[in-house]
């Protein structure tokens, strides 16, 4: 019997969200990656292209001279059968919006990361969702991470999921700009063989445009049968929930973490009022629910990892049981009913039919990256509380930390 | 109540003034009888493509109530009268993939009426007309298809004698004195509410039995569920060519099995295989690969595939080699060559016949230099906008 | 990478009976587009991947599962062929280096019309043409108008042509009074790593199969920018579409061209006007064979023959490009 070294199979670094998907991109071993500047996302850029000057990543680097250009060269990459990796932030990736709705209609699976970005005028740097939320409709699978190491494990999923033949769908990995893509953190890093073993190579089939498969893809159509199309892209959408579930249990058996799939629930159980939100923010939310807690009070919080497919049963299981709901969004919808945020009307959608309905309310909160801090949140458990005692919902959107009137 | 609907089938581009001209005509029309109505090309037929067989649609109803029925539609279901602006279109049209030619009568509601512009008699035209389990009524406006382009129209008044037919084939639509009210309004032009009045008296009107007309099927279709369709946006790519009818010498292109273009077709090259010099042009030139490469080297017309662009005729070097020929000389897309292999004492025959018929008439498939039309209309004794 | 070897064709006789652009499209009567592209893939042959931008070439050739395509075809967005040709080189060259896919040259070819090459498309053409490291085509077939959505006038569309948005109206008779021309020379000049650039016409069938395959050859990015007449929004009997494309590069018009590292080279009846072997024919003879110009009155067509004389009698270039050398000036 020889005795073998046990290399470790993840290593800590400290390192950005930015990075830390850079890194997944060469664990991921992509083929082909388009870069246009544009902050915050494009920090991962940076990184990625540092990553091949120094031979850890061997794929084709594109400057595109637009974002529109970048996400249509990755699209047409993987329409021949290489992984990709884009990404952008605010008006760019707005800039790339028709290269993007015909990357989910096309059924590609291109992985992009969105830094989180307030969409331009004025110009600002700061984070809102608005930018992401915009292709909620359009078949791309949606996910927010909250953490440098999420975002590294949500980037390996996403190939793994994007890329199954049962979806055939690309995905976004939204980032808060900043908050995520600037700060560094200790993120686990795993090693390549054991990527190897989670992640099957991508496979594009029957669908490969290749001269060995002389297809064409995507004639014009008549009323006759794109909503066929459609429906295809529905049934795929609805097939990804299996698919996310059964990457997780993979990754679990592989890297020894266990994720939750689609939620992560942070002292729900008993709880009264459940404050709901994504991305970064569940930082300082969860401090607020330990202070409360310490106080006696029976808070939590429920922080959506995915968007798309929009995790229903968990937040029907999660929510049901409390007393109020309070939905946070660091985005707008202008004029929606309430004049409340995205999330807030998903989250509604969601309980109208669940075996009890909480009271809610909605708040809109960190817009243009302004920082939800504790107090913030303290507040908005503050209104929620009131809503439980009511046992009503409050109709009223509340813009916490704006100055002047709140609603 | 009642809603009458129209539908106007046409040479998409050459025809499409002329088509917008006669469903506006109804429905203005039909405004000074009370009535309303809309005017609606097909909405799958836009953009057009020269000669692509296409529609337009004119809907009136005795009040607004009514005619929602048949608005947010791209095709009436069923119509009281078929206008068929060019004979041609009588074997039927094919308009896009997958749907296969469809009957120029496939609307035409019982007892309705099929209306062609012709110069064939109507057992000429019930030839290729498809047969149909019900009683209709054929009648034919005598005198050539009016073709023009996009920018310069030719007012031969087919428009106004096309809805004085109409006035005559369907008086409950509109009466012919509302037609010349609107025509006069429309186009300030004595000359063509003359043109209206006259096709009214002069038009004529054939009773057609069920089972008269050609036996030729009728292409039916089924569309596939979302499950059975390729995902991805995918279909598979044509069948690479072979050899000259699957043989070792020539070529024969693949070819989509789901769209044929011959119903674009107004006019075929006929081929006069003995003088050829094979010099390849026709074949390099075409712009719908409609040309099989025989053994020997000479030039095979796939009808099924030739639009009739006529830039074969226009490229061969060689005088009389290939002449476009009306489609009113044809029944079917035979082979040329195959006829020529078979008889060519036959074939020489035939084709000095159908030259010679064919040299009698003129091309018309839009402008050749300016100021043809006025000088087309002015031979024919009939000037533009002529308001006496 | 390298790139399939494609000898230049000599004859029409020679010319590869196999199709790979066949029938199964709705073009219009007489499309000299469709033949445009029928003529690119014949001369490239079967290991060949097309892209085609939106536009007549797009909508006509493919109704729903119809395709006149028997090599693989993808469509790209109006203003995207060429990111389609670099995506796709880009995704070929990385899984061919990795040994993901069986390493061998295929041709990349992405087409647009002149909305999404000369307007449109321009900036992403230009980024592909700035990756030596990829081998495809990019080719720009130029019917002068947006032929697709109903003849609107695009940035090639020439002065004073009738379209659906320059309709001659009763205030005024011109309402087109752009002159964008010579995309490919504008191209050439600033991509001096790009080692071909040429215009072409259907109508001299030879010259632009072997222009492709030139360009195929050759490798690293390459663009051909072709004349189309088109009878529709031209407004002519489709018989005449042959004649139209000779008629133009007889008249001047249209410049037959082709630059192979760096070193221009005019072809065909355009390299006789040039040389002074031929007499330019008068532009009025081509104007008056289409229906967008019967509004000319006499002045209308001096003025066009004007704009023609001064680029053959004016410019550095002639025909070609206005850049004219000048050390003698002051300094600035």
């Known amino acids: 019997m020889t005795t073998r070294t046990q290399t470790p199979v993840e290593r800590e670094e400290l390192i950005s969200g930015s990075e830390a998907i ?123 991470v909250s953490s440098g190491q999420e975002a590294l494990d949500t980037a390996l999923i996403a190939w793994r999921v994007a890329e199954d033949p049962r979806v055939f769908l690309p995905c976004a990995i939204s980032a808060d700009g900043a908050f995520l893509t600037h700060a560094q953190q200790m993120v686990r890093v795993p090693d390549k063989g054991l990527v190897e073993r989670f992640l099957p190579p991508y496979r594009r089939g029957e669908f490969q445009l290749h001269p060995d498969n002389p297809i064409t893809i995507a004639p014009q159509v008549n009323e006759d049968w794109l909503m066929e199309m459609r429906k295809q892209s529905d049934a795929a959408m609805r097939r990804a929930r299996g698919v996310i579930v059964e990457a997780c249990d993979a990754f679990e058996r592989v890297f020894g973490r266990k994720l939750t799939p689609f939620v992560e629930e942070y002292m729900t159980e008993d709880a009264d009022t459940i404050l709901v939100g994504m991305g970064t923010l569940a930082m300082p939310i969860k401090v607020a629910v330990r202070r409360l807690r310490a106080q006696g009070q029976k808070v939590g919080f429920l922080r959506l990892k995915w968007f798309r497919p929009f995790p229903v049963e968990d937040v029907q299981r999660v929510l049901s049981r409390a007393k109020a709901v309070g939905v946070i969004d660091r985005d707008y ?75 | 109540m009642t809603t009458y609907a129209v539908e106007v089938v046409y040479r998409g581009v050459f025809q499409k003034t002329l088509s917008r001209n006669i469903c506006r005509g109804i429905v203005l029309a039909a405004h000074k009888e009370g009535k309303v109505g809309t005017a609606f090309g097909r909405y799958g037929d836009s953009p057009e493509r020269n000669g692509v067989p296409a529609k337009y649609f004119a809907v009136v109803a005795d009040d607004r109530i009514e005619l929602e029925e048949s608005l947010a539609k791209y095709e009436p279901k069923e119509v009281d009268v078929t206008i068929c602006a060019d004979d041609t279109l009588c074997r039927g049209l094919e308009s896009w993939g997958w749907y296969g030619l469809q009957a ?175 010099c390849t042009l026709c074949w390099l030139q075409c712009p719908d690969t409609c040309f099989d490469v025989t053994p020997d080297g000479l030039y095979d017309v796939n009808t099924e595939a030739c639009c009739g662009c006529g830039v074969c005729e226009d490229v061969c070097p060689v005088p009389d080699c290939i002449t476009m020929v009306g489609e009113e000389h044809f029944k079917d897309n035979f082979s040329q060559y195959d006829w020529y292999q078979r008889d060519k004492e036959g074939y020489r025959q035939w084709l000095k016949g159908i030259t010679a018929a064919q040299s009698a008439q003129k091309r018309s498939h839009g402008l050749h230099h300016w100021g043809q039309y006025q000088e087309e209309l002015a031979a024919a004794g009939r000037g533009d906008n002529d308001d006496n | 990478m390298t790139t399939q070897q494609l000898r230049p064709i000599r004859g029409v006789h020679n010319a590869p009976l196999e199709e790979f652009y066949t029938s199964g499209h709705r073009t219009c009567q007489g499309c000299e587009s469709a033949l445009v592209l029928r003529l690119m893939v014949k001369a490239a042959g079967p290991r060949t991947i097309v892209l085609g931008s939106t536009g007549c070439m797009y909508v006509a050739n493919t109704t729903y599962y119809s395709t006149p395509w028997v090599v693989p075809w993808m469509h790209t967005q109006l203003g995207s062929s060429g990111s389609a040709a670099t995506g796709t080189a880009a ?107 040429a215009t072409g016409c259907p109508s001299y069938s030879l010259d632009l199969m072997n222009k492709v395959r030139k360009a195929l050859t050759i ?54 006007i040039a040389t002074g072997r031929r007499k330019r024919r008068p532009v009025v003879e081509y104007l008056k064979r289409q229906g967008r110009f019967a509004h000319f009155t006499e002045e209308d067509i001096a003025y066009f023959q004007a704009q023609v004389d001064e680029m053959w009698e004016k410019w550095g270039t002639p025909g070609i490009s206005s850049v004219k050398l000048d050390l003698t000036g002051d300094r600035a």
């Not at chain 1, 540092?50 to 060269?73: N, P």
């Not at chain 1, 409050?394 to 704006?402: K, L």
């Not at chain 2, 054929?138 to 050539?144: D, H, K």
């Not at chain 2, 006035?167 to 009466?175: C, D, I, N, S």
Request: proline share 5%; hydrophobic share 40%.
């Open chain 1, 333 to 407: 919808s202008f004029g929606s009913p309430f004049h409340s945020g995205v999330l807030s009307h998903e989250v509604r959608s969601a309980l109208y039919d669940a075996a009890a309905r909480p009271p809610m309310v909605s708040f809109v909160a960190g817009l243009g990256g302004r920082e939800v801090t504790q107090p913030l949140a303290t507040e908005m458990f503050t209104i929620a509380g009131q809503v439980a005692r009511s046992g009503r919902s409050d109709n009223e959107t509340y813009w916490i930390g704006v100055r002047g009137k709140q609603s």
């Open chain 2, 104 to 278: 120029i009568n496939a609307l035409t509601k019982e007892n309705g009426t099929l209306i062609v512009t012709s110069k064939q008699t109507p057992e000429s035209l019930l030839e290729d007309i498809h047969r149909t389990d019900t009683p209709y009524n054929l009648a034919i406006l005598s005198g050539p298809a009016s073709f023009s382009g996009l920018w310069v129209y030719k007012d031969d008044h087919t428009d106004v004698r096309i809805l004085g037919a109409l006035a005559k084939v369907l008086p409950g639509l509109v009466g012919l004195e509302s037609y010349c009210q609107a025509i006069e309004e429309q186009w300030k032009s004595g000359a063509k509410v003359v043109s209206a009045r006259r096709s009214y008296e002069q038009l004529h009107v054939r009773p057609v039995e069920p089972g008269e007309g050609s036996s030729a099927p009728r292409f039916s279709f089924e569309k596939p569920g979302w499950e059975e369709m390729k995902e991805a946006l995918v279909v598979q790519g044509v069948a690479k060519g072979a050899g000259f009818r699957g043989g070792d010498g020539g070529f024969q292109a693949g070819r989509s099995e789901v769209f044929k273009k011959f119903s674009t077709r107004t006019m075929r090259p006929v081929i006069n295989f003995e003088i050829c010099t094979k």
């Open chain 3, 219 to 272: 490798g690293g990015p390459t663009f051909i920018h072709t004349f189309d007449p088109c009878p529709k929004g031209w407004d002519y009997d489709p018989k005449y579409s042959h004649e139209l494309g000779m008629m133009a590069v007889e008249a001047g018009l249209w410049v037959q061209w082709e630059m192979e590292d760096g070193k221009l080279t005019y072809n065909g009846p355009s390299r006789m």
């Open chain 1, 22 to 144: 850079a890194r997944a991109c060469a664990l991921a071993d992509i083929d082909v990656v388009t870069a246009y500047p544009i902050r915050p996302y494009d920090t991962v850029m940076q990184f990625v292209s540092k990553l091949i000057a120094d031979g850890e990543l061997k794929c084709e680097f594109i400057i595109a001279e637009s974002e529109h250009s970048q996400f249509e060269i990755v699209k047409h990459a993987s329409a021949v059968g290489a992984r990709t990796f884009v990404g952008s932030s605010g008006v760019g990736w707005f800039y790339a919006m028709e290269a993007i709705a015909v990357t989910a209609g096309l059924r590609l699976p291109v992985v992009a990361m969105v830094g989180n970005r307030a969409l331009d005028d004025p110009g600002a740097f700061g984070c809102e969702h608005n930018d992401a939320l915009a292709v909620r409709d359009l078949g791309w699978l949606l996910t927010w």
């Open chain 3, 91 to 197: 995704g070929l060259k990385a899984l061919m280096q990795k040994g993901k896919m069986r390493d061998e040259p295929i041709n990349v070819i992405s087409f647009c019309g002149d909305g999404g090459g000369v307007d449109m498309g321009l900036s992403a053409i230009s980024a592909s043409l700035t990756h030596p490291e990829y081998n495809h085509l990019v080719l720009l077939y130029d019917n002068e108008s947006y032929a697709n959505t109903d003849i609107q006038a695009s940035g090639s569309s020439p002065w004073g042509a009738n379209t659906t948005f320059s309709p001659p109206g009763r205030e005024r008779r011109i309402m087109n009074t752009r002159w964008k021309k010579n995309t490919a020379i504008m191209l050439a000049h600033g991509h001096p790593k790009s080692r071909y650039f």
